[in-house]
């Protein structure tokens, strides 16, 4: 244990460059200088570009740990500068991890992430949003029913009692819904926002 102790002093002591030490602003700097051109590019891409940057970014390291724990569970004094060297190329990573990530921005739910701690998929919050989705949906579907309903029965009285003026609104209603109607065959746009196609 003495042996790796002086070992590990004398190379941190003997600055003989970036040679099996751990400092994190020395890997620092070799890594933004290697990595400043593709982060200069990726800067003006797209957030699905930056998602896949950070994505590669988090393999890299759980390769590198993987190689980490390896190095460690067979560990000896002779492989003190290869645990020196993937501790500071985990370091690095995980750096260039951070500057990645900052230009990704997700919004994840809080109750996504509890799920997650408590040991459940987190696709019970999916179910559970379309669920709650399809419970509001049959409210508003209900209220608008009802609405539709309400205005044909007052259409109903109205008609009893101002026929004429009844008789005038259905005609403006009729002449905004084809004007409205024109426009968007004009546009070549379909009522429900798409838009039209030649094949």
Same mark, same amino acid.
Do not use: W
């Given at each position: 244990?003495?042996?790796?102790?002086?070992?590990?002093?004398?190379?941190?002591?003997? &600055?003989? &460059?970036?040679?099996? #030490?751990?400092?994190? @602003? &020395?890997?620092?700097?070799?890594?933004?200088?290697?990595?400043?051109?593709?982060?200069?590019?990726?800067?003006?891409?797209?957030?699905?570009?930056?998602?896949?940057? #950070?994505?590669?970014?988090?393999?890299?390291? $759980?390769?590198?740990?993987? @190689?980490?724990?390896?190095?460690?569970?067979?560990?000896?004094?002779?492989?003190?500068?290869? $645990?020196?060297?993937?501790?500071?190329?985990?370091?690095?990573?995980?750096?260039?991890?951070?500057?990645?990530?900052?230009?990704? #921005?997700?919004?994840?739910?809080?109750? #996504?992430?509890?799920?997650?701690?408590?040991?459940?998929?987190?696709?019970?919050?999916?179910?559970?949003?379309?669920?709650?989705?399809?419970?509001?949906?049959?409210?508003?579907? &209900?209220?608008?029913?009802?609405?539709?309903?309400?205005?044909?029965? $007052?259409?109903?009285?109205?008609?009893?009692?101002?026929?004429? /003026?009844?008789?005038?609104?259905? /005609?403006?209603?009729?002449?905004?819904?084809?004007?409205?109607?024109?426009?968007?065959?004009?546009?070549?746009?379909?009522?429900?926002?798409?838009?039209?196609?030649?094949?």
């Amino acid at each position: 244990m003495d042996s790796m102790q002086s070992a590990a002093a004398a190379a941190a002591g003997g &600055g003989g &460059g970036n040679s099996g #030490v751990i400092n994190p @602003q &020395g890997s620092n700097e070799a890594t933004s200088t290697a990595s400043t051109p593709a982060t200069a590019t990726s800067a003006s891409e797209d957030p699905k570009q930056n998602l896949s940057e #950070v994505i590669n970014s988090i393999e890299k390291t $759980l390769g590198l740990l993987h @190689q980490l724990y390896l190095t460690v569970s067979s560990y000896n004094v002779a492989s003190q500068l290869p $645990l020196l060297q993937r501790l500071n190329s985990l370091v690095s990573e995980l750096d260039n991890m951070v500057k990645l990530s900052e230009k990704c #921005v997700i919004q994840v739910p809080m109750e #996504v992430l509890n799920l997650i701690d408590d040991g459940k998929n987190p696709d019970e919050f999916t179910r559970d949003v379309i669920n709650s989705c399809i419970a509001k949906n049959q409210i508003t579907k &209900g209220k608008t029913d009802a609405f539709k309903s309400l205005r044909k029965h $007052l259409l109903e009285e109205l008609d009893q009692s101002f026929p004429n /003026e009844v008789e005038a609104y259905r /005609e403006i209603r009729a002449t905004s819904a084809a004007e409205l109607k024109r426009l968007a065959q004009a546009q070549s746009v379909l009522p429900n926002g798409d838009v039209k196609t030649e094949l």
